[in-house]
């Protein structure tokens, strides 16, 4: 029973992590992390990403360029920028460690204790992806709350606002949280499931002793 809810438990886990993960390398490249729509031309909305800013036109042409310089970004935006690809590459290996982890691959079939130990790491690995996720994304959304309550700018100034990337980016860090901790909670099932010991391999002699059958005289010595 415990091995059947490991196993469910690793492929729920297994799922959500490459979800979580493919999300977060969607959210770290696309230009949506912001959005702001200009009333003096509502025929153009401006798109703010960590690597380029997008144009979108009335009539569907999109212009992107990226940003200038590294050092001339908003330190939310530099530092995220960071942290986003330390995820992408915390979640590949955090995926990688707990496939060779699984019950169903072959890698150390007969070392249970090293597969365990490979399914934790990849656990533990992605929780640490799930948070460098979820710290960036909210750090530059609450930024953006900030400077759209900002009392000092002019209500006629256009205020940037929550973009597509930063819901996407919240939904990514929960799946690979959500999915390095299943994970992770697993190998209690796979410990349970390992035998302790060799109880089940008895001798013939033995065997027969446990079922009351009497050995003959001859064969004393042979069983002694």
């Known amino acids: 029973m415990a091995g059947g809810w490991g196993a469910k438990a690793q492929l729920a886990g297994m799922l959500l992590a490459l979800l979580g993960w493919v999300s977060s390398c969607v959210t770290t490249f696309v230009p949506l992390w912001k959005n702001l729509n200009l009333d003096l031309n509502e025929l153009e909305v401006w798109n703010m990403g960590l690597w380029q800013v997008c144009i979108t036109q009335e009539e569907g042409v999109v212009e992107c360029q990226a940003h200038g310089s590294f050092l001339a970004l908003p330190p939310e935006l530099r530092i995220s920028r960071l942290l986003m690809c330390l995820s992408n590459g915390l979640g590949l290996l955090g995926c ?61 100034v256009p205020r940037w606002e929550f973009g597509e990337a930063t819901f996407l980016g919240w939904f990514a860090g929960a799946f ?13 099932s796979m410990r349970t499931a390992t035998p302790l010991g060799p109880a089940g391999h008895q001798a013939p002699a033995a065997r027969a002793l446990a079922r009351g059958h009497h050995l003959h005289p001859k064969n004393a010595d042979l069983v002694i």
């Open 96 to 156: 990688l460690l707990a496939t060779l982890g699984l019950e169903g691959w072959r890698t150390c079939e007969h070392k249970p204790g090293r597969k365990q130990q490979l399914l934790l790491a990849g656990g533990v690995v992605l929780d640490m992806a799930g948070i460098t996720t979820l710290v960036p994304v909210s750090w530059v959304a609450y930024n953006t709350v900030l400077d759209f309550w900002d009392e000092t700018v002019p209500d006629i």
């Open 176 to 188: 690979l949280a959500a999915g390095g901790l299943l994970l992770a909670c697993s190998t209690r």
